[in-house]
């Protein structure tokens, strides 16, 4: 009698152990995170949108702001991964001397993959357990701002260039993809679908964000003055002017100045009133530290514009002099990190 008390007992045990611990033997995957809040699904993008490296960090290479320095040294690794975009190679991508292909080429992975994210919270935050209908609103217009903004770097680096309307309707510009589904190839639509679509993502990240009503004071958030900055520029390579000045006008009127004279490497970004919008803790621009390494230098006509006594021209450019007090090498940036 005992015996058959005590398995009684001991079988009652295991079955409170185990309703105790009911799917603690379930598998899960523990590198995968389920966003359950709005903040869960702003965090995972931005968190994601700001990771590897400030967008369109290499424009600056393809622009007449930077030139090859007087000291040359063509065996240097930087220079070989810089030099094409600086001089405009057919492929960008690979290295002018190892013919290897560099690390940038990831950028397009880059974009879809956080244009992917853009796409999954488009179509799933509205079904989170916790967070309220404006913070909703928000944060599918950070996912809109982020994918337009990707989409107008890809088509700016992978697209033809924009001409006028007509031709736009024949040109490439790039795959578009806008849910989260996978299908095995994807066509690249035209440059003017391209563009219509940049600008309704931004007219509906607009639109959420007057919805939400939320603005918060923070450079790592959007606006609605850093989209409408953002818009006027796709209208600028358009060569729509008309739309670029309509909507920067309320935005100009409202704008706050800084004064450069007080303004130091610790304020350049976080404590310059000028700064509306920022691509988030990880933002930094390094063209400084590269142009060292790789031996590039500022435009001398462009570092000319600028007057002797031009507050820009103290912090936007570092230079050296040689024996007669001449300059002879004009950087970029005055701070590596700024």
């Keep these: ?81 810089y030099r094409p975009y600086l001089c405009w190679q057919k492929d960008l991508e690979l290295n002018m001397t190892s013919y290897a292909k560099n ?16 796409n999954n919270l488009l179509e799933n935050i509205d079904g989170v357990e916790e967070g309220t209908k404006a913070e909703i609103e928000y944060v599918k217009a950070e996912a809109y701002f982020v994918r337009a903004y990707l989409y107008f770097n890809l088509v700016n680096l ?12 024949t040109a490439l510009g790039v795959p578009w993809k806008d849910a989260s589904g996978v299908e095995n190839y994807y066509d690249r639509v035209s440059l003017a679908e391209t563009y219509e679509n940049i600008l309704s993502d931004i007219d509906n990240c607009l639109a959420n964000l007057a919805s939400s009503g939320l603005k918060y004071d923070s450079i790592y958030k959007i606006s609605e003055d850093a989209v409408k900055i953002f818009q006027s520029r796709v209208y600028l390579f358009l060569k729509d002017y008309e739309k670029v ?19 130091s490497s610790e304020t350049w970004l976080k404590g310059n009133v000028e700064t509306v919008y920022c691509f988030g803790a990880n933002t930094k621009n390094n063209v400084y530290s590269i142009c060292s390494n790789a031996y590039f230098e500022s435009n001398w006509d462009v570092f000319a514009i600028y007057q002797e006594d031009d507050q820009r021209r103290e912090l936007w450019f570092t230079w050296s002099l040689d024996n007669n007090k001449e300059i002879n090498l004009i950087q970029p940036y005055k701070h590596t990190w700024s």
């Excluded at 920067?248 to 303004?263: S, T």
């Design 1 to 81: 009698m005992n015996k058959y008390i005590k398995s009684l007992l001991a079988i009652a045990a295991i079955m409170v152990l185990a309703s105790g611990c009911k799917g603690f033997l379930d598998e899960t995957d523990q590198s995968k995170f389920l966003p359950r809040t709005a903040d869960h699904y702003s965090s995972a993008l931005l968190g994601e949108f700001n990771y590897n490296y400030a967008p369109f960090a290499y424009a600056q290479f393809l622009s007449d702001e930077l030139q090859d320095a007087n000291v040359v040294q063509m065996n240097n690794d930087t220079r070989e991964i």
């Design 103 to 118: 690390d940038h080429s990831t950028y397009w992975a880059y974009c879809y993959k956080v244009i992917a994210l853009c």
């Design 158 to 169: 992978y697209g033809e260039p924009y001409e006028n309307a007509e031709q736009a309707k």
């Design 245 to 263: 000045v309509s909507v920067l006008e309320p935005v100009i009127k409202n704008a706050k100045l800084v004064d450069f004279r007080y303004l």
